[in-house]
């Protein structure tokens, strides 16, 4: 038998907008009883219908700088508004040290400052089928003006060379087929040889090896496992 690390995994997602990342990441809250979608913090103001501690920590500049002198942000960005984003490590750690899986929906920018610091979590970049299903999923969401639409498209073509960077690339041209193959990586990921703590067969020929090694019997008597 195979005693693994009782850690959780640190999953983090990224890709271009549109390829249907945060789409997938909640496909896999349904389905998975072990995982956490973290939530990150923020200086702005909440909109209508967002709760503290659900959709964002919102905190004040104040706290949110606090917390960067701290040492207590994963990755930290400002928007053009001037508004501070970010990842909080205390309940990702919380988790993690439970057991529990953590999934982190974030941009680029982001997973690869995480990255410098956290070597041991698993990074997953999601593609959309082509670039042209990019810009018709753009299109689709009927949210964004034109001009906005260009700059993200463009945004995703620079990103794709950020792929060399994640430890898996998983193409969304079906969602369920994506949402499994992320399940999968993430199964494989749990069978890794460096995530297992220890190795024992849990039967009584393994106790009486052990038995015959500790006595040093093994030279003059013979080995029964009756």
């Not at 400052?113 to 999601?126: D, G």
């Not at 898996?168 to 890794?192: F, G, H, P, S, T």
């Not at 106790?207 to 500790?214: C, G, K, R, Y």
Request: hydrophobic share 35%.
């Amino acid at each position: 038998m195979l005693k693994t690390k009782s850690k959780g995994i640190f999953i983090v997602i990224s890709g271009p907008s549109g390829a249907g990342k945060g789409t997938i990441c909640k496909e896999l809250m349904k389905t998975s009883n072990n995982l956490w979608l973290s939530i990150s913090m923020t200086t702005r103001e909440p909109r209508v219908g967002e709760t503290n501690g659900v959709e964002y920590f919102f905190v004040t500049k104040d706290e949110f700088e606090q917390n960067i002198k701290d040492g207590n942000m994963l990755e930290y960005a400002t928007i053009h508004s001037g508004q501070y984003y970010g990842t909080p490590k205390g309940e990702i750690t919380k988790y993690l040290d439970n057991g529990i899986d953590v999934i982190l929906e974030i941009d680029i920018n982001g997973a690869i400052q995480i990255k410098e610091s956290n070597k041991e979590a698993l990074f997953i970049f999601v593609l959309p089928p082509s670039m042209e299903e990019l810009k018709n999923r753009l299109i689709k969401r009927g949210t964004e003006t034109k001009d906005k639409i260009i700059e993200r498209f463009k945004r995703g073509y620079q990103e794709l060379n950020s792929i060399t960077k994640y430890n898996y690339v998983v193409v969304n041209d079906d969602l369920n087929n994506a949402v499994e193959k992320v399940k999968a990586i993430i199964m494989a990921e749990r069978c890794r040889v460096d995530r297992i703590e220890d190795a024992f067969l849990n039967n009584p020929e393994e106790f009486i090896h052990e038995e015959l090694i500790d006595n040093k019997l093994f030279e003059n008597e013979p080995i029964d496992f009756e």
